[in-house]
């Protein structure tokens, strides 16, 4: 039954598995999930890509983005600026495509909060605790441990934020937690508020 | 993570396929769901078993279960009584089992306004079309024509309730609606409003 396009949100602090899980679903053939690929601000990483993880943008640029409306919505994180540009969103919708996005609680409540909150649906995504994301972000090895610190300051912080979220998502186990996604994804996909084709199926009742 | 157990009610006009989605959901091994079975004063059929299918009572018994508010819900269906009897359901939810309601539009509609309401999850089951479903009534060939046409008036009824439900599936294909039941289990069984234990981890960050 024909349906509009939803606005799949995962949010969840660093190191709780959200990327991995991202990236499972994006990949996943025939499920067929869409990128909101953010712009931001922030320095470049080696292993990133422009346009596939991000839209590395200036400042200048990302300011010129917020006051033309072009960007549906943007939150700052440790003085870096993030955002979700506006027209690819509305157009994938418009296709009836579904929209994935891997965004913070500022980015999610922005969302909620857009003309398009109606067919967001969130998730958050739990490390089993916090000392075992304490154990994941040491053990990525790649930061210093200030960071480590900082990045666990704003993982209780993210997480404080998880009761406006439609799911929780406790990440035991990756396998496990990608099959509750595509569960949700599936559940969501089948939500009487979103089968536009309903009224059609009840008019031919008369 | 410790949750409250819900209410999953399936709605469908008759020869949809919502008992043999149930029944496939009940047997099978790991779901844990367990069939609330309704009262009612109409006759036992010959392939119904007392206490699986329905507990058949007398109508003096079921006016006395209404009047002792020992039913979670009740309606009357062409002259006979259908009721949920509310003690089971409230043992098993104390449990954190999730119960499976087999149940028409005024029963998920009274379910949906008792006390239970907040833990109710809907999915009306549709038939892929009106002409299919009648096609499905004459082939089951158990029934008498002017039973036939009487059931395709009931259809067209319960079908204009659809729009009070959770969820819409249409029962194109019993694999792939079973498939879709299941998402909607999981993903309800997800849902942030249900995690009783989520205060205790967010604590936690204290």
Redesign the interface.
Known sequence: ?ARRGLLFVLSSPSGAGKTTLARRLLDAPGLGLTLSVSATTRPQRPAEVDGRDYHFVSAGRFSEMVERRELLEHADVFGNRYGTPRAPVERWLAEGRDVLFDVDWQGAAQLRASPLGADVAS??I?PP??SELNRRLIARNQDAPETVARRMAKA?DE??H??D??????NDDLDASE??L???????R???AR?TG?ED??K??D
Chains 1, 2 share one sequence.
């Open positions: 039954m998730v958050f739990l605790s916090l209780r997480i404080s998880c009761p979220y439609d799911y929780v998502v406790v099959t509750t595509r569960a949700v994804l599936a559940a969501e089948a939500r009487r089968l309903l199926f009840l031919g009742l």
